[in-house]
């Protein structure tokens, strides 16, 4: 804080009398003298972190511009990345109110919450978690529906309509049952919303064995990896953009989901991978020797 200070009084006053004002020793006089024409990185780094916030839509704070910056080859302090990101005035997005789209007053069956937050199973196709989130346009509303694979957090499947009907959580299963194609017994979790409650998407279950589970009423922390999911697309991508019509929206929020999220977006609960990252992990992995 002291720099400016020292830049502007500089030649205006002696060292006796700044020393005297700011109250420093001639010695830190001196050093703050030398830490203002230092540059905080050579041109290299500075070029390397620039690309690397862009490359990532301008979303990774200090944590993961950290951990892409090692993967390039470039080691820094998360202390010297927060300080880069100041001296290059380098901000992330910011966060609004989220709201919710459950809508639990219904009378149809609802399932036990099985999960049971158990929210990081060992294996590919153990459990699934979907929820459904909104998306405004200048057109109207989109509602969006996805299903991810909570092992690697990766989008499997998803659907966008301009409505919330069963239709919508149905056709996003639906790709994620061709995307995968798992045996039986696929726990797949969900709030217990009408959408999920329904006939046509517990006959789908049913058709492919999966076993429902849902969240308890008014909890929406029993689907925290969704949650924050959707937060994370509204801040990184959907808030930052003004979508003219439903089409743009769609093709953008494609891009966020298969482009970025899924391929190139660190993740903390994958030791700072992307879930396509870590698939490719999981299937190195020699498979476990039988007793």
């Known amino acids: 804080m002291m720099l400016p200070i020292v830049s502007q009084l500089d030649r205006a006053h002696s060292?006796?009398?700044?020393?005297?004002?700011?109250?420093?020793?001639r010695s830190g006089l001196h050093h703050a003298r030398q830490r203002g024409d230092r540059p905080v990185c050579d041109l290299r780094t500075e070029t390397?972190?620039?690309?690397?916030f862009a490359e990532n839509q301008q979303t990774y704070g200090s944590r993961r511009m950290r951990s892409e910056l090692a993967k390039r080859g470039l080691a820094l302090g998360r202390y010297k990345v927060r300080k880069l990101l100041n001296a290059f005035n380098l901000k992330t997005c910011w966060k609004r109110k989220f709201v919710h789209t459950t809508d639990s007053k219904h009378t149809l069956p609802v399932a036990e919450n099985l999960l049971n937050r158990k929210f990081n199973p060992k294996a590919l196709n153990q459990a699934w978690a979907s929820d459904i989130t909104y998306i405004r346009t200048r057109s109207g509303w989109l509602y969006l529906a996805v299903v991810m694979d909570l092992c690697s957090r990766r989008v499997i499947g998803w659907a966008m309509e301009p409505h919330m009907r069963a239709e919508l959580v149905c056709r996003a299963l639906t790709m994620a049952q061709g995307q995968r194609n798992p045996a039986a017994g696929v726990l797949l979790h969900s709030d217990r919303g009408s959408q999920y409650a329904s006939a046509e998407y517990q006959a789908l279950l049913k058709k492919h064995k999966m076993v429902c589970s849902m969240s308890r009423k008014g909890n929406c922390w029993d689907?925290?990896?969704?949650?924050?999911f959707f937060l994370n697309l509204k801040m990184e991508?959907?808030?930052?953009?003004?979508y003219a019509n439903h089409e743009e929206a769609r093709r953008d929020v494609a891009d966020y989901l298969m482009k970025?999220?899924?391929?190139?977006?660190?993740?903390?609960?994958?030791?700072?991978?992307?879930?396509?990252e870590f698939e490719r992990q999981c299937q190195l992995k020699p498979a476990p020797v039988q007793a």
């Open 15 to 25: 060292k006796s009398t700044l020393c005297r004002v700011l109250g420093v020793s």
């Open 48 to 52: 390397l972190f620039k690309a690397v």
């Open 223 to 228: 689907n925290a990896p969704m949650e924050r």
């Open 237 to 242: 991508r959907v808030w930052r953009k003004d």
């Open 260 to 276: 970025f999220y899924n391929q190139k977006r660190l993740h903390s609960a994958l030791g700072e991978m992307s879930p396509a």
